[in-house]
């Protein structure tokens, strides 16, 4: 099946400091990339949509200044959470899809990046 | 707004098919139903999916009624390792986003 890694797996910071998270699609190409946020005993919510080449969609309620997404090319989608602060500290989840061939255009998901800002 | 209904537990015996429902009464006509399950700390794993007919794969069978307002996800003979929250979600498109809307999900566990 497609798959969709994402690095570091976990990340401890301080608060204040940058993290950035990393999503690449190893086995195919992804037009589009999604960025969502899991809180403990919560459902994962959507945080941003981004195409590539494009200027990523962000969803109500996020901060477009805080959560800067990057989608360079058709493998990779970086996350980077800016001047992080405790109620950061989340479970952040990356998709990907392409839009026709072989994975058609379902989303296959990372396996998630646990941040915990200290 | 997550547009699915599901129960917030099940509990199924191992070896058993487990059956999990789902409600989606505003479902539109070109509206996919997808599921898919997330085992603890891990990212959401994708099952199957259908937008009118029943479909089947090597994971699940997914049934979807006439009139499209609800489904069930079977799998035939459920394992230990099927233990995991499953969200039922209808694919949301429109001109100018495609995006899946998670709701709260059941939680399925196995037990032998």
């Known amino acids: 099946g497609a798959v969709v890694s994402q690095h570091p797996s976990r990340v401890i910071c301080k608060s204040g400091t940058s993290v950035k998270i990393e999503c690449r699609s190893l086995?195919?190409?992804?037009?589009?990339m999604f960025w969502y946020r899991q809180f403990p005993k919560q459902s994962l919510m959507l945080m941003a949509t981004?195409?590539?080449?494009?200027?990523?969609?962000?969803e109500q309620g996020v901060e477009k200044d805080k959560f800067l997404i990057n989608h360079a090319s058709l493998t990779l989608s970086t996350l980077t959470v800016t001047s992080a602060h405790p109620e950061d500290s989340s479970f952040y989840i990356c998709s990907a899809k392409w839009t026709s061939g072989r994975v058609g255009d379902t989303q296959y998901f990372g396996p998630g990046t646990r941040l915990t800002v200290l | 707004d997550a547009k699915t209904t599901q129960p917030p537990s099940m509990d199924c015996a191992e070896g058993r098919a487990a059956n999990l429902p789902c409600n989606h009464s505003t479902i539109s006509g070109n509206e996919y139903v997808y599921w898919y399950r997330q085992i603890h700390s891990q990212g959401p794993q994708y099952i199957i999916h259908?937008?009118?007919n029943n479909e089947t794969n090597e994971m699940a069978s997914l049934i979807i009624t006439e009139d499209r307002k609800s489904s069930t996800l079977i799998l035939p003979h459920a394992t230990l390792r099927d233990t995991a929250v499953y969200y039922c979600i209808v694919r949301v498109v429109s001109y100018n986003t495609d995006k899946l809307i998670f709701g709260t999900g059941t939680r399925l566990q196995v037990f032998p």
């Open positions: 981004s195409n590539e080449g494009s200027k990523a969609t962000y």
């Open positions: 086995d195919f190409q992804a037009t589009t």
């Open positions: 259908g937008l009118k």
